[in-house]
C-alpha cells in the first residue's frame, strides 16, 4: 500500500513521547530531568517511551504505539509526532506490536479528546499484527498491566491481524515469538531500505541490556529475556543490524560492534 499522504524520506523515525518513571503501581509518571529527582519516586523505573515509525518506498510502518497520552493542548502526542515529520494517522499501513502492555499499545485505539469515552482505531487503514496468544493472555490477566477497553475497541474495529507463532507479513517483515518480557511477546526483523532493522520490544528494550547480562524482575520470565539479549546481540553483530531501543533515555537506534571484547555503538 502506498503512503495516502505527502510522502517523507525512507528511514526510521524515533517518537519519542518522552521519559517516564514507573513503580510497582504500573502508573507511568512524566519526568523532567530539570526539575524532578529520583529520589523523590522510590523503587520506579526511569524509561524513555519511544515508538518508532519505519517508512520504506511502499509502506509506513509503526512500531508499538505508545501510551496513548494527550499533551497539555489536548492533542494525542503520538499524532503530533507523527504530524511533525509530515504524516496523518491514515498514512500508517502497518502497525506491529510487540505485545499489549499500555505503555506499548496504549494508542492503538484512542479517544476523540481527553473529555469522551468514544474508542475508534487510532490509524483507520492500518492493519494491526500481534500474536493471537497475546492477545488471550491480556484478556486472562486483566489488570495495571493492559487497558481491556482500549483493547475492546481495536477488536470491534475489524482491523486486526491475529498471528500464531512465527512467521512473515511480507517480504520484507518477520516476527517470531520471543517471549520473555510476557510469555507470547514477538519480535520483529525487517529486511528494507538496504538495511536490516531489529525491534525487540521490551525484550531488547535499551542498548545498555545489550552489553551485559541483565536479569529484569519485570519480567514474566528474566532469566530467558536475558539469554535472549546475548543471542540477538551476536546475531545482530554478524549481521550488523539497527537495534531500535523502545525505552532508551538516550540511544534509539544504532548498530553494533565489539570493541576490546565489550559491545559498543557502532
Not at 524509561?47 to 511502499?58: H, K, M, R, S
Not at 485505539?109 to 474508542?119: F, V
Not at 507470547?184 to 541490556?209: C, L, M, T
Request: hydrophobic share 35%; glycine share 8%; with cysteine.
Amino acid at each position: 500500500m502506498i503512503s495516502k499522504s505527502q510522502k517523507i524520506k525512507a528511514g526510521i523515525y524515533p517518537l519519542s513521547e518522552g521519559s517516564y518513571t514507573i513503580g510497582w503501581d504500573k502508573i507511568f509518571k512524566p519526568f523532567d530531568a530539570e526539575k524532578d529527582s529520583m529520589t523523590d519516586r522510590p523503587a520506579s523505573l526511569l524509561v524513555e517511551i519511544q515508538p518508532f515509525l519505519l517508512a520504506t518506498e511502499t509502506q509506513n510502518i509503526l512500531l508499538d504505539t505508545g501510551l496513548g497520552f494527550y499533551d497539555s493542548s489536548d492533542e494525542l502526542m503520538i499524532y503530533k509526532l507523527l504530524n511533525q515529520i509530515g504524516l496523518q494517522p491514515e498514512d500508517i499501513d502497518l502497525v506491529l506490536l510487540s505485545h499489549l502492555h499500555k505503555d506499548h499499545a496504549g494508542a492503538v485505539c484512542i479517544k476523540e479528546n481527553s473529555q469522551t469515552r468514544n474508542l475508534f482505531a487510532a490509524f483507520p487503514t492500518a492493519k494491526y499484527y500481534l500474536q493471537n496468544e497475546e492477545w488471550n493472555y491480556a484478556y486472562a490477566h486483566a489488570g495495571s498491566s493492559y487497558d481491556l477497553e482500549i483493547l475492546e475497541a481495536l477488536k470491534q474495529s475489524g482491523q486486526i491481524e491475529l498471528l500464531d507463532g512465527d512467521g512473515k507479513i511480507n517480504d520484507e517483515i518477520s516476527y517470531e515469538i520471543s517471549g520473555g518480557h510476557t510469555p507470547f511477546h514477538q519480535i520483529f526483523r525487517i529486511n528494507a531500505n538496504g538495511e536490516k532493522y531489529f525491534y525487540g520490544g521490551d525484550v531488547a528494550p535499551q542498548f545498555s541490556q545489550m552489553q551485559r547480562k541483565f536479569v529484569a524482575k519485570y519480567d514474566f520470565d528474566g532469566k530467558r529475556s536475558a539469554a535472549l539479549r546475548q543471542q540477538y546481540t551476536q546475531e545482530g553483530l554478524e549481521n550488523d543490524y539497527t537495534f531500535l531501543f523502545f525505552h532508551d533515555l538516550k540511544i534509539p537506534f544504532c548498530k553494533l560492534k565489539l570493541e576490546s571484547g565489550m559491545v559498543m555503538k557502532k
